[in-house]
């Protein structure tokens, strides 16, 4: 029983970085109708970026922090405006590769630069530090993923419903004429989804690199595992981004947890497809996830 | 006027197609003759380097021909290429590879490579077969996440189809060859000597030359225009009469039947020696990146592509261009590429979504014009002083 509430603890943790990195999709794609494959990257970016501040140029870890976001936020809204501003009206497989090429660029430039080779991440607390209860090993950091995180849903929901940059946003994911006709600047919509989408993938990226300990320049492939979370949330619902961010999470590490009782059936490294093939069921039986229009590109 | 300028397609993808009767004109004659008269050269004298780079550029662009079909021609968005790449080889190392010695060595029938070939690319169709109705069910960036998972599937099951992949660590490939002649070993025929390297260039000319002959055949009939009609405008397409569906699923069958072929190969060269992990996403994304820079919807655009992001990074490392300080550093020749063709798949998209082979064309109707404009003025120069006597 320890063993299982152990897993779903880890579970939950993991879901909550799915989770941060599926808003970040659903936001962009909510505003600009652009599925952004570059996520994963701006996890690794952030993730260096704070390292390097902490050890590197010996900051305090939140201003390493502030460094890091500050970046990636300058980065996300200058590819949306200079090259991604450039692609409206171009076929998604365009859009979906330019994206990709930004991913390409990001992850080499880091590997570039000669240090991303098993970099201790930045954190303020220890990384083995955490609380024992009932025979459950509480991580720190994972406590502190779970918390942020819902500290972060919460702050989007404010934004959302009750500013007036968070109504320009809803509007321009209702109707981007309707809301280009009532004043809204939809550039500036592009801008802040970006901007927001970066910062809340460095997040996810410092608190994913304090997880596994030490990373390298592979760290931001662990956004792919978004994509599952996204389709089963529903591609345009960003609540639905949370909670299959969870699901997702939850069932790998479930999967991964148990996987070793079934080597003859189920092989090694099952948990690596659990959400795709999760994924797969979805799009077969409800393409439109648990909380999206019911409405999907298909013939 | 410019009776044979194609007039340049607004559509995203879609290039003019290549105009009929190419080995008509003189300035493409000499282009051919002029390379094939290097790649004999480069047959002759290039060396293993060269030869090593020009093989695995030629067995690239195979499988970027393939993409090409079902990305460039019908439109539908892949990145799971190397998931057939990876039922390719793993067909021809079941069928042509050795016998198992010791229990637990991965299975071999060691039969000759003019079955194992054609049962890769076979193979591989069949999979594609089966796979496509479900996945051209769904379109854009629901077939891309598609293709991708497909990508991770395959890996999962290489790895742990142990009998068959030799597991993680991998497994030999079969190299080449009829009866006792091995390309990966071979002895003088009809006394001519030539290295192994020299082999299997004369092979890979043969089987991309056939590829690119298949896909240009292809794409001129009524097959072909099939597919760039739905690419175009599906609903467009289904009015007129095509089978959409028919239409998709015969480029993915031939895409994932050039994969296929083009896996058997990249396993059996240069090494004979694939691990599962050989087949991943990273390496899927190398190849639409050929797609791109080379050219959306072209057959020579594709063989560009393949020699810009696979001949570019070996080309580095085996010449030594890198300077040897910047092994420290972590810089690899394959950093560098990937920093090129990412860079460009983005400035070619934006500013040239044809590749390359968008930007010829281009510079080709740029000159043309040009050339019109300076007869036009000598016509109109001719003419003046008449005008002036009368």
Known sequence: ?299 | MSTNVAPRDTLDLAPPAVAQGWFASAKNRTLLIGGVALLTLVFLFGGDNWLLILNVTMIAAIATLGLNVLSGYAGQISLGITFFMGIGAYTAAWLGGSPPVFPGDPVGLNLTFLIWLPAAGILAALAGALIGPTALRLRGFYLAIVTLALVFIGLYLFKNARGLTGGPQGRTFPAPGFGDFSFANPTPVFGITLTTNQWYFLLFVVVLGLAALFVHNLIHSRAGRAFEAVRDNEVGAALIGVNRFHAKMGAFIVSSFLAGIAGALWAAYPGGYAEPNTWNLTLAIQFVAAMLVGGVASVWGSILGAAFVFALPLALDTFAIIPVSASTTGLTSGDLSAIFYGLLIIVFLIFEPGGVIGLARRGQTWFQRLEEQRKGGEAAAGTAPTEAGL
Not at chain 1, 80 to 91: D, K, S, T, V, Y
Not at chain 1, 184 to 206: E, F, K, R
Not at chain 1, 242 to 260: A, C, P
Request: aromatic share 12%; with cysteine; glycine share 12%.
């Open chain 1, 1 to 299: 029983m320890a063993y299982f509430l152990q897993l779903v603890f880890a579970g939950l943790a993991q879901g909550c970085i799915y989770a941060l990195v599926a808003l970040g999709f659903t936001i962009i794609y909510k505003a600009s109708g652009v599925i952004n494959f570059a996520q994963g990257e701006f996890l690794l970016v952030g993730a260096f970026l704070a390292s390097v501040g902490t050890f590197e140029w010996q900051l305090n870890f939140f201003v390493a922090v502030a460094i890091a976001l500050l970046a990636t936020i300058l980065l996300g809204i200058a590819f949306e405006r200079f090259a991604l501003r450039r692609m409206i009206g171009r076929p998604v497989f365009s859009i979906i590769m330019v994206t990709i090429g930004l991913d390409i660029l990001l992850r080499t430039g880091v590997v570039m630069t000669g240090r991303s080779n098993e970099r201790s991440p930045a954190t303020p607390y220890s990384i083995a530090s955490g609380i024992n209860y009932g025979g459950v090993h509480f991580g720190a950091n994972q406590l502190w993923t779970i918390v942020v995180t819902l500290l972060i849903c919460g702050a989007l929901y404010v934004f959302f419903r009750y500013t007036r940059y968070g109504l320009a946003m809803r509007a321009t994911a209702l109707d981007q004429e309707a809301a280009l006709a009532l004043g809204i600047t939809v550039q500036g919509v592009y801008a802040l989804a970006w901007g927001i989408a970066a910062a809340v993938a460095t997040i996810a990226g410092i608190f994913l690199a304090i997880n596994v300990t030490t990373f390298d320049s592979t760290l931001g492939g662990i956004a792919l595992f978004a994509f599952p979370a996204i389709i089963l949330g529903g591609l345009d619902s960003i609540p639905g981004a949370v909670v299959g961010g969870i699901i997702i999470g939850l069932i790998q590490l479930l999967t991964q947890g148990y996987e070793s009782h079934f080597p003859s059936i189920l092989g090694t490294g099952f948990d690596t497809i659990t959400p795709y093939l999760i994924m797969l069921i979805v799009l077969l039986v409800r393409p439109y996830g648990l909380f999206g229009t019911r409405k999907v590109e298909r013939v």
